[in-house]
């Protein structure tokens, strides 16, 4: 199961974009990158999911490398409501087992 | 259409006691996953279940258990609860293999 590496936390300003890296080196052939944002006792919620080069949604951008060893989300113009934590998994097929980890805790200042 | 439903939200337990939490998955989703998330180690999978029948299994002790209804309903038992077992208990649904898992807003467990 691939293994991934997020920052434990970034600062950001408000109409800022915002851009979080993940490593996932061993990543396999058959997996997709997903990420989600989390909100204080609250359940994660999907943001977006790639496979390989650029996908982009109304709410962020995801961008993966040739190689797919990493990935980037980009939120663009943040507001104080994106304050969060982000997660990036990687998942293959029909294997749930995902491995989540502490997730990238994004502050937005005024 | 209704989301992921977890009840209850908050529940208090003793040290040595055991308890059910139950999640009522997105009509039509067969997919429901439980997760254990605790401040110091993020989000941990506990189990999968897909059409009643247990998919995949995380690295918990048997004292962790659940099953899934026909109706793709399920329940999670966390039985002789120890301390250590205080944690927001997530539940996700989705339609099947590599699609969106749209989670509840969680069990709030306090054993004490």
């Known amino acids: 199961l691939a293994k991934t590496t997020q920052p434990i936390s970034m600062d950001s300003y408000e109409g800022q974009e915002v851009n979080i890296t993940c490593s996932h080196n061993?990543?396999?052939?058959?997996?997709?990158i997903t990420w989600y944002q989390q909100f204080p006792s609250q359940g994660p919620r999907f943001i977006i999911q790639g496979y390989k080069t650029k996908v982009t949604n109304e709410v962020a951008s995801l961008f993966i490398p040739a190689d797919r060893k990493s990935s980037t989300l980009s939120l663009p113009r943040v507001s104080l409501s994106d304050t969060a934590v982000y997660y990036c998994l990687v998942m293959a097929g029909n294997n749930r087992k995902l491995i989540w980890g502490l997730g990238t805790s994004l502050a937005v200042n005024p | 259409k209704a989301g992921v439903t977890q009840t209850p939200r908050y529940l208090i337990k003793t040290r040595g006691q055991q308890v059910t939490l139950s999640c009522s998955p997105i009509?039509?989703?067969?997919?429901v996953s439980w997760y254990q998330q605790t401040p110091g180690q993020g989000l941990q999978f506990l189990f999968e279940y897909f059409s009643e029948t247990q998919r995949n299994k995380g690295n918990f002790p048997g004292r962790f258990s659940g099953r899934q209804f026909s109706n793709s309903r399920s329940e999670m038992n966390v039985s002789t609860l120890e301390l250590g077992d205080s944690a927001l208990y997530l539940c996700a649904s989705s339609l099947g293999a590599n699609t969106e898992a749209f989670f509840g807003q969680g069990t709030r467990l306090t054993v004490v």
């Open positions: 061993n990543i396999a052939t058959n997996d997709y």
């Open positions: 009509s039509g989703h067969r997919s």
